[in-house]
């Protein structure tokens, strides 16, 4: 079992950044491969990014490319996302999830995810 606590929202102007964390509790966190997905009013949840049980692979959507970076560390229970450049059109609840991996790859599908956070809201104004 893994609970998944997301902060690091908030509201900023176009052109800014944010770095999101989730704090995850529960053992064996570095078996579990790490997503983020967002969801617009309105919307489906969508895919951001996601990566590996050792960080070695990561993948994101091409809106992000080049602007939103994945990263975690397995000694401190936390995957980030590093968004810069931020974009209206970014702005969204973003949700943190997590799987048991066993190889070092990721799903990049919410529907492969076990376990989900709260969210957090990321508001970007023009």
């Known amino acids: 079992q893994v609970q998944l606590v997301e902060s690091g929202g908030g509201l900023v102007q176009a052109g800014g950044s944010l770095r999101l964390s989730c704090a995850a509790s529960g053992r064996s966190f570095s078996s579990y491969a790490m997503g983020w997905f967002r969801q617009a009013p309105g919307k489906e949840r969508e895919f951001v990014a996601a990566?590996?049980?050792?960080?070695?692979?990561?993948d994101s959507v091409n809106s992000v490319k080049g602007r939103f970076t994945i990263s975690r560390d397995n000694a401190k229970n936390t995957v980030y996302l590093q968004m810069n450049s931020l974009k209206p059109e970014d702005t969204a609840v973003y949700y943190c999830a997590a799987v048991q991996a066993p190889y070092d790859n990721y799903p990049t599908e919410a529907s492969d995810y076990d376990y989900w956070g709260q969210g957090t809201q990321v508001t970007v104004s023009s």
């Open positions: 990566i590996s049980w050792s960080g070695g692979s990561t």
